[in-house]
């Protein structure tokens, strides 16, 4: 188990050049209003097994690398992950 606590930092923002959207800052006097979905480069592998055993901690980091709600108690967002990232054979 980690103790402490644990940041969920996006490698995108390391990038020099680059906003935590993912998308590039421009020099040019465009509008920053704009929100856009950044959609990680691989989808979850995990097994419902794993995420009924996965800490709350990493549940956060999972669900807000996807944009999705980060809200509610630890079984609530077990629940809302399986059902986001499970195919229905699988959560079974």
Request: charged residues 15%; hydrophobic residues 30%.
């Amino acid at each position: 188990m980690m103790s402490g606590s644990t940041s969920c930092s996006n490698i995108l923002h390391t990038f020099s050049g680059l906003k935590p959207n993912g998308h590039q800052v421009s020099g040019g006097g465009s509008s920053d209003k704009a929100c856009y979905f950044q959609m990680p480069l691989h989808y979850p592998r995990y097994r419902k097994a794993d995420y009924e055993t996965m800490p709350e901690w990493k549940l956060d980091c999972l669900l807000s690398q996807y944009g999705l709600p980060v809200t509610g108690d630890v079984n609530q967002k077990r629940k809302f992950a399986m059902g986001a990232f499970l195919w229905p054979s699988q959560n079974e």
